[in-house]
């Protein structure tokens, strides 16, 4: 036999009763009610809502750390990631501070417009990115100053190497 629910079939019900569907997502605790199907209910609910907090606070700590435009490390970030590991010289070991400052941003505003001046800032963040290996620590500091923290590595000429390939790269 079939019941129906809206427009829902559920099969092996007798004919005619009435079926109550809902999702544990939508479902709201009935404190009087300390069935063990409902408190496993609430208890996967306590989970999501946990879930949703963690993912907000994941969110708004990505949005204090990094630059809208570019994705990279803003001032602040980059100064505690630094602090951080200047405070463990082990990690440090060979390292290099690269300092940019991008040419000609202030003509290309006022001759083409704020969206080009906004498009070089944007390239110019990929293009560290893409040319920088993993761990290399870039931030965006302000207008058109960037920096770029090489660290870890065993000799000066292993970083000379990397700080090469991204200034051909740029």
């Known amino acids: 036999t079939v019941r129906r629910s809206g427009s829902r079939y559920s099969p092996g019900a007798p004919s005619g009763s009435i079926v109550h569907t809902c999702s544990t997502r939508s479902l709201r605790p009935n404190p009087w009610n300390a069935s063990p199907v409902r408190s496993s209910r609430i208890r ?60 000609n941003l202030k003509h290309i505003n006022d001759t083409y417009g704020h969206d080009w001046g906004d498009q070089y800032i944007r390239r110019t963040g990929q293009c560290l990115r893409d040319n920088t290996p993993a761990g290399t620590v870039c931030a965006r500091l302000s207008g058109d100053e960037f920096l770029v923290l090489f660290h870890g590595y065993r000799s000066r000429d292993a970083v000379r190497e990397k700080i090469d390939r991204l200034t051909n790269a740029m």
């Open 44 to 103: 996967r609910e306590g989970r999501y809502e946990q879930e949703a907090t963690a993912l907000e606070r994941r969110r708004i700590e990505h949005e204090r750390d990094h630059d809208i435009q570019t994705g990279l490390f803003n001032r602040q970030a980059f100064n505690r990631v630094c602090t951080e590991l200047f405070a463990a010289p082990e990690r440090m070991g060979v390292a290099a501070l690269m300092m940019m400052d991008l040419d």
